[in-house]
């Protein structure tokens, strides 16, 4: 039973360059959700999907941040344009889609952006 | 206001002794779930343990304890007989209600030290 799989682990970009990060979730789960950690930070809360839905993007940067979760593939974090600020770690996250209490959020690997 | 208060920067333990990461937390939701993570120097973030507000105990998985004081609005992680390995940034985090979205509030993270 995989987990939550992000790619590129680690990815490298010129200033002005678009990045995509993608995110399979678990098998079953169709919540998914990005966090960001810039360096010596905790995560931040980016936004929230489901399936071809948006449901909570509170956390988004307002220009060149992207996110889609289509009916199939992987989740897509996109940012276009980069700068130097966006360096920083991009958690992917998932959860079932019951309600419950409890622990029933997954995180994946991270993936490593670093904009030169 | 901070959500969540990680008031220890940094800490020096010495092997084989118990250490407390100190967590509180600001919320008026009577529901919400209490997180523990490890972020060793490698990325991933690997979950600890979790504590509802409505949880009667508090939580225990192996070495780790959580010592919930729900009046006073703390949740610190307890490590008995610490190892080594214990090495790592520790974040706690909350989640606000019951159920759904897992959309989570992170402190700023303790880096632990185990000294041999």
């Known amino acids: 039973n995989a987990g939550v799989m992000q790619n590129p682990r680690h990815l490298v970009r010129r200033r002005g360059q678009e990045a995509r990060l993608r995110c399979s979730p678990m098998?079953?789960?169709?919540?998914v959700y990005w966090y960001r950690q810039l360096p010596e930070e905790g995560l931040k809360f980016m936004v929230y999907?489901?399936?071809?839905?948006?449901?909570?993007e509170s956390g988004m940067p307002k220009e060149r941040f992207s996110a889609e979760f289509p009916k199939e593939g992987p989740s897509i974090l996109r940012i276009q344009q980069v700068v130097r600020g966006d360096s920083a770690a991009y958690f992917c996250?998932?959860?079932?889609?019951?309600?419950?209490?409890?622990?029933?959020?997954?995180f994946g690997e991270g993936s490593w952006l670093t904009v030169v | 206001a901070q959500k969540i208060t990680q008031t220890q920067p940094g800490m020096f333990v010495q092997e084989k002794e118990a250490v407390t990461l100190d967590c509180t937390y600001d919320?008026?939701?009577?529901?919400?779930?209490l997180f523990w993570y490890k972020q060793p120097s490698s990325g991933e973030m690997i979950f600890l343990i979790y504590?509802?507000?409505?949880?009667?105990q508090n939580a225990t998985e192996g070495r780790y304890s959580l010592n919930f004081q729900k009046a006073r609005k703390s949740a610190n992680l307890v490590i008995s007989a610490s190892q080594l390995g214990d090495s790592a940034m520790y974040f706690c985090?909350?989640?606000?209600?019951?159920?759904?979205?897992?959309?989570?509030?992170f402190g700023q993270g303790t880096r632990l030290t185990i000294n041999p």
């Open positions: 098998k079953g789960h169709s919540h």
């Open positions: 919320t008026s939701d009577p529901s919400y779930g």
């Open positions: 996250a998932s959860s079932p889609d019951v309600m419950s209490s409890g622990n029933t959020i997954y």
């Open positions: 985090a909350m989640r606000e209600g019951y159920g759904g979205a897992q959309k989570l509030v």
């Open positions: 504590q509802g507000s409505y949880d009667q």
């Open positions: 999907l489901q399936k071809e839905n948006i449901i909570d």
